[in-house]
């Protein structure tokens, strides 16, 4: 168990709708980082807070957007929603913005995301 | 931006040893990350390097070459349960102190009997 939670773990819904994912980061960690993993793709960053702010943007459609919390928790909404965002979205989150050995991305399990 | 490149699949024995080798462009260094994502669930850390050479962790070791731009993840004593997708991934500066970490598509790697 990672820490990060993410729920729900599943969602099933119609183009054209909008939908709210939420994270939990881990206990002390001030980053949340959001992923989209299509089918047999690789991980596509998404966006990127720290301490409650964006600090950075990747392949994120304007349809998308997210925000972190003051209890540093942060929610993906999906609006607008088309066949091709059927995908695994993930959060992670680690201690600070930059990276080490003992301040790795620890990842939550996804919400599996099905757009019909 | 980055180039992250490694081989889309490959295939080794139970027992056997595996070399899964990246090569990558990146700004601003800040040392380089190794996950295991197995089909469907939550990449796993597995090692990080920062300065050049070999780390060695249990069955899984992991060198860097900052200044080849490339690393490579060996994998020992191969199990059956090792078969996931090994995803290389150096973080890059994205502005404002901060970092960010961008994977490649990563190896699969199919170990059998």
């Known amino acids: 168990d990672s820490g990060v939670t993410q729920t729900p773990k599943h969602l099933i819904t119609a183009t054209g709708q909008r939908v709210t994912l939420r994270c939990s980061p881990r206990s002390g960690d001030l980053s949340v980082y959001w992923y989209q993993q299509s089918l047999d793709q690789g991980l596509q960053f998404l966006i990127q807070?720290?301490?409650?702010?964006?600090?950075a943007k990747g392949n994120i459609l304007e349809r998308f957007s997210a925000q972190q919390f003051p209890d540093l928790h942060s929610e993906l909404n999906l609006s607008s929603l088309e066949l091709g965002d059927s995908a695994l979205y993930f959060c992670a989150s680690s201690v600070k913005n930059t990276f080490s050995y003992n301040s790795p991305l620890h990842f939550g399990n996804g919400t599996r995301l099905t757009v019909t | 931006g980055q180039n992250i490149d490694q081989p889309t699949e490959m295939t080794a024995t139970e027992g056997a040893i595996v070399q899964i080798n990246c090569t990558y462009q990146?700004?601003?260094?800040?040392?380089l990350f190794w996950y295991q994502q197995h089909a469907g669930e939550a990449p796993t850390f597995l090692s990080y390097?920062?300065?050049?050479g070999l780390e060695e962790k249990g069955r899984f070791s992991s060198f860097l070459s900052r200044s080849k731009g490339y690393s490579y993840l060996l994998l020992k004593e191969l199990q059956m349960k090792d078969s996931a997708s090994y995803l290389c991934a150096p973080p890059s500066y994205s502005g404002a102190g901060s970092y960010q970490l961008t994977f490649g598509k990563g190896t699969k790697l199919s170990v059998i009997p």
């Open positions: 807070y720290y301490n409650g702010e964006e600090r």
């Open positions: 990146t700004s601003g260094f800040n040392g």
């Open positions: 390097n920062v300065l050049d």
